[in-house]
């Protein structure tokens, strides 16, 4: 006859309890980890986009006129960024294709940095209409995150790991898309069929 | 002895036939979808098709059209276990509005009223990098991505032009239709790219065979400097597919250029020959943008049903024992 406690009106061995008992222990610790992990990214994601939602949700409209005249401010900003990306992106597959080495990309890649901050400092100087802060702040906080894509591929030239190139094509995806929401907003049409 | 001669001879030409027909056999086991990732609305016919520009009170059939409706086709090609896209359309995410286009649909979401999932793409070959043929390249995991040397070349040669009017990326609202290399952005780059550091590209110099009878062909400036074609072995016959080197089929058909843009126009008439020359006429022709697309009027896709969001499907052709995907 099997001795010890009954669970559910069967005997169980007090071994299995204490088998149960560590492992119910340990799935709470991981649970507990998984929780803290999920709760900080999320807090991270709403420090770096704090004004996604706001952006998102906001129905298409006619832009007045001081929206007009931020638009038409920021356009050609939009445009050297959009050149510095696609630059950014074709350095990476150029050096991934072999076809450029370490000091090549960094020789490419260091402009484009500094025309990503260059034209953060032009973006911060414009004028900008009360409703266009929220856009007007995302379009910064994606100019950064081209800034610090830059600065992974110029890492991964010095200690030739692929991670920095991987972290680094992931920010710029992230701002890209920021900047595709942005140029949706104010400049609809923006992209035609090719 | 005569006779042994003609009866060895007989036999050599049957085994011979029989080897060809299990060649033929072994080469015509694709089946091929067409789906459409997307719709662009009332495109004024002329700024399509030179040929067919409109003029009012015209009663000429060339030239009474004021506007037409253009898909934006995706090619779903199976064969044996390999499932492959001939372009990947381009990705609507809720931001991206793209004024003046309708029934964008995800490619996953059409892949599986397909009865395929994404994970089972092998492979994507575009046929040129432009941002609406070669979008939601992260969508695939497992594929590798084919792309030509020369497109690449393309991109940096207008990357590095030191003229700003000729640039690679749309840098005036509108007025960047026609420039070199123009219609690459920043998105479309980032993810050729991610597939790049994924170590899922092949960059393809000129011509290639991916698979048995599947055969790419450099079609270089017949849209865009690294255009490309993908020749399918099918039931029906050999297909051609073309991107925007074949934008509309009705313009193979009747040797009228298409989606000029950056396109050189003999080489996008020597792009139609290939089809011709491969397929033997122009029936088999895919076209990346024609406004006939599955309906009658371009038979090739007339097999056709309603998919996610209002986008189209058609099945062009099914394999030996390749069950049919129509509702």
Known sequence: MMRGIRLAGRPVDPAARVRILLLSTVVLALLGVVGYALQRELTRQQATTPVATAVIDEPVRALTGEEQDYAAALWPIHSEVKLSAVAMSFAGIAYKLGEQNGPTLEARVQPLADSFGAAMMRARALRVPPSMVPLHERYLAALAQYENAAAEMVSATRDGKDAHLLAGQQMSLRATEDILRIGDMLWPGEYKPH | MKNLVAALVTVGVTALGTMGSALAQAQTNCSVWLVESSRFMNVPFGAFMPDRAYVPDSTNPMNNIPTVDLPVNVGVIKCGEELI??????????????????????????????????????????????????????????????????????????????????????????????????????????????????????????????????????????????????????????????????????????????????????????????????????????????PLSYTDKYPLTKNAWEGPNGSRMAEIALAPGERSRKP
């Open chain 2, 85 to 290: 896209l001939y372009d990947s359309g381009w990705k609507q995410q809720d931001y991206l509005q793209m004024t003046g286009s309708d029934h964008w649909a995800a490619l996953p979401e059409q892949l599986k009223m397909l009865g395929f999932q994404a994970d089972q793409v092998t492979k994507i070959v575009v046929g040129h990098g432009h941002w609406d043929h070669a979008g939601q390249l992260s969508d695939f995991p497992n594929a590798v991505l084919y792309i030509q040397r020369e497109e690449l070349n393309g991109i940096e040669w207008a990357l590095n032009y030191p003229n700003d009017k000729i640039s690679a990326v749309n840098t005036d609202p509108g007025g960047c239709m026609r420039t070199p290399a123009c219609g690459y952005t920043p998105l479309t780059l980032d993810e050729i790219y991610g597939k790049v550091l994924a170590g899922q590209a092949v960059i393809v110099d000129g011509e290639m065979e991916v698979l048995p009878g599947i055969r790419i062909h450099p079609a270089f400036r017949a849209h865009t400097a690294g255009s490309q074609l993908l020749e399918v072995p099918t039931s029906i016959g050999k297909l051609v597919f073309g991107s925007d080197a074949y934008s509309s089929w009705e313009a193979i058909r009747d040797w009228m250029v298409a989606n000029v843009q950056q396109t050189d126009s003999v080489q996008q008439f020597l792009a139609y020959e290939k089809c011709y020359n491969i397929t033997g006429g122009y029936e088999n022709c895919v076209a990346a943008h024609e």
